[in-house]
């Protein structure tokens, strides 16, 4: 593949940080083979302070300009403050300033051992790197806190084309590439909830062992009191022997299954424990090179102790102060620069604090999910009224709109989206990844809506911006090209479909490997399609692929797991195989009522899954029961026209005919029949067919009427 970006990274250390300097260059190396498939190569440039004490001939001028050309900006310090290291992060914040666009300036201080002191030099860098520039740098205390601060800032710096992060079994992983241990880092490792959970787990986890090998010699003991049994099965004594050998057996299953049911839910639980401390620390990573507020210096440094309730309480202030800069801000004669930072330092707060809030997994989800929604509307409605820096505006509203779409909240993610698109077009013009990740979001968006025609004209427009900025074999091609499958899927033009799922996944096939999420989502979106055309053994074959990946890659407890499950129950279920049908749409649900709590579309999809089951049971109470969970949610989610709400209705609908209840029947199958005609038009086949159950339906109570008469 040929490289699209180079991006120049130039670290400045001392002679003491030798041993930092060369894991860091070995990391930068290992980045550069993964990115490198990405169309992303990293250059490293380094220099030591103790080679131009030695040499006496070092041309400064020279370094200095590789220090304003670079992309990024490291400088890594211990106990000292070495001249030209302080003199080359001047240079780079003095060049930052002047062009408001790079390097990034980042700085590292390795955490002091015992017995170790820091330098006046550096003590005073500090004071004056936090006092005069309001900069909060990285802490490290282990090459492992190191590697995962710059990957982070890495990914901040070139968004376009690049993976994600996420814990894979206690590691953090980028692009399936181990980047640091939970444990080893700080505030994981020193978080008392954190250590709590993983006590439990393993304490668990040693008593189950236990009990597995106790009852292993049960079972061998009882097989050979079977055999005796078999040859002489008249023998009474034998026979007691095997019955009480059998009991035996009974009792330790019946010790090892609650033990084993509590063990599957810590994990999941710790699991996703893992993840929102892993995106606080995202969002923490943003802010470093940034100015900020001593009291987001104290909730970070709490924070990074481990101390995610106290960075919480920390920041409780920082909404009651924001409503009071912004009055007065609003309310003064003379606009001062001073009011203004105020404003702009409480909005930083309150976007820090969505990260927090949901990262406290000691508060239920939807309350979670309430409070944050709540704080992203503060800070927006703050940043629209005050000269909020366009860039930070662009990427709050991003954020904004993504985490309204996570939650369902589709509406209020297009109205944001509306809003954000002109925004970023006026920063990076037409023909960049920012602009095309932008009309991706936004087509996110009007698929969820079913507003099919806007979401395709955006998705277009994203994969023309796409090819033209990465060429035709790209992740992020790959990405626009499933899009657009997707689309084409949900109209029903399933060869249309299948031949852009197809283009994705041999670009996904190419640049990455086998067991890749992007690679999974194309199986996914594949049988999908076979499952579409009613090829259940074909659509089985690419889901199971999918489900593979996804558990090895992102465990089980994730939404692109669940995914998986939630499409393989419906091959059993047409198989007529519902028990196994029932035990995939469990799991589930069980997933996403833990990720997304009981308000999201998903867990909706979850109700409705297991509904059709005890429908197809010949159980119309149980069945209804999870239609209607399923209808709550899609009603507060959804506006008046959505498919799933059509789907509710036909459902509850048919329901009600099976019970003999035909005048419920048909006030269910007319409102099915309202979105449905809004959506496809009166003359596709989902319109059609509602009709026709309604033709049914009031057969039923004319010949009802007729019969009563």
């Not at 976007?351 to 997994?361: E, H």
């Amino acid at each position: 593949m040929d490289i699209r970006r180079t991006i120049n990274i130039f670290l400045a250390s001392s002679e003491e940080m030798e041993n930092d300097r060369n894991a860091f260059g070995n990391l930068v190396r290992r980045l550069n083979g993964i990115c490198e498939k990405q169309g992303i190569h990293i250059e490293l440039f380094e220099w030591e302070d103790y080679d131009a004490a030695y040499n006496g001939c070092r041309k400064q001028d020279e370094y200095n300009e590789k220090v304003r050309s670079c992309d990024m900006f490291l400088a890594l310090f211990h106990i000292k403050a070495g001249k030209w290291t302080l003199e080359e992060f001047d240079v780079a914040s003095e060049e930052y300033r002047r062009t408001g666009q790079k390097p990034k300036v980042y700085v590292y201080c390795r955490e002091l051992n015992s017995g170790e002191f820091e330098s006046e030099e550096l003590k005073n860098f500090k004071n004056r790197l936090f006092d005069e520039m309001g900069h909060y740098w990285s802490v490290y205390s282990n090459k492992d806190s190191m590697q995962l601060h710059f990957v982070m800032q890495l990914m901040l710096l070139e968004s376009g084309g690049m993976g994600k992060l996420k814990v894979d079994n206690g590691r953090v992983m980028f692009m399936d590439s181990p980047i640091a241990s939970m444990d080893k880092l700080r505030f994981a490792a020193e978080n008392e909830d954190y250590r709590k959970k993983q006590n439990e787990i393993n304490e668990l986890h040693d008593e189950i062992e236990g009990l597995q090998l106790e009852l292993e010699e049960k079972k061998t003991k009882l097989q050979k009191k079977k055999d005796k049994l078999e040859k002489h099965p008249d023998d009474e004594e034998y026979l007691e022997e095997y019955e009480e050998v059998q009991k035996e057996v009974e009792k330790i299953i019946e010790k090892l299954q609650p033990k084993l049911n509590k063990y599957n839910k810590q994990k999941e639980e710790f699991a996703q424990y893992q993840d929102s401390l892993l995106d606080t620390a995202k969002r923490i990573s943003r802010l470093q090179g940034e100015r900020i507020t001593d009291r987001m210096r104290r909730a970070m440094e709490a924070f990074e102790a481990g101390k995610v309730c106290e960075a919480n309480i920390i920041l409780k202030e920082a909404e009651r102060d924001a409503d009071r800069n912004l009055s007065d801000y609003k309310k003064s004669r003379e606009i001062t620069e001073q009011k203004r930072q105020n404003v702009i330092h409480s909005i930083e707060e309150l976007l820090l604090k969505t990260s927090t809030v949901m990262s406290d997994a000691s508060i239920p989800i939807e309350e979670r999910i309430q409070k944050a929604s709540e704080l992203y509307a503060q800070a927006d409605k703050m940043a629209s009224e005050v000269d909020y820096d366009k860039e930070k505006y662009a990427d709050l509203l991003y954020d904004y709109a993504d985490f309204l779409k996570d939650y369902g909240m589709y509406k209020e993610a297009e109205a944001v989206c509306l809003r954000m698109l002109p925004l970023v077009e006026e920063l990076y013009g037409t023909d960049g990844e920012d602009i095309a990740k932008a009309y991706c979001q936004m087509g996110h968006v009007y698929g969820s809506l079913a507003d099919f025609d806007k979401a395709m004209e955006c998705y277009d427009k994203s994969l023309v911006i796409r090819k033209k900025v990465y060429g035709e074999e790209h992740p992020s091609t790959a990405k626009s090209f499933n899009n657009i499958g997707s689309i084409y899927y949900t109209k029903g033009d399933y060869n249309i479909a299948l031949e852009y799922y197809n283009k994705g996944l041999e670009i996904f096939e190419k640049v990455s490997d086998e067991e890749h999420p992007y690679t999974a989502a194309s199986y996914n979106n594949i049988g999908l399609l076979y499952d579409s055309l009613g090829d259940y053994d074909k659509a089985l074959e690419y889901y199971n692929k999918a489900l593979e990946i996804y558990e090895k890659v992102y465990g089980d407890v994730h939404p692109d797991t669940a995914m998986s499950y939630n499409n393989i129950g419906p091959i059993y279920y047409t198989r007529g195989d519902y028990d196994k049908s029932l035990n995939y749409f469990n799991k589930a649900l069980e997933i996403y009522e833990k990720v997304y709590g009981e308000e999201h579309p998903d867990t909706a999809m979850g109700y409705n899954n297991i509904g059709a089951i005890y429908y197809a049971r010949g159980d119309y109470d149980k069945a209804l029961e999870y239609y209607n969970k399923a209808l709550v949610i899609r009603e507060k989610v959804y506006g008046d026209v959505h498919p799933e709400k059509a789907q509710s209705y036909n459902n509850i609908g048919v329901v009600y005919y099976r019970l003999g209840d035909y005048d419920k029947s048909l006030e269910y199958y007319n409102k099915s029949l309202v979105i449905r005609e809004k959506i496809y038009g009166e003359e596709h086949e989902n319109t059609q067919k509602i009709r026709k159950k309604i033709e049914d339906v009031k057969a039923k109570i004319a010949e009802n009427d007729s019969n009563k008469k």
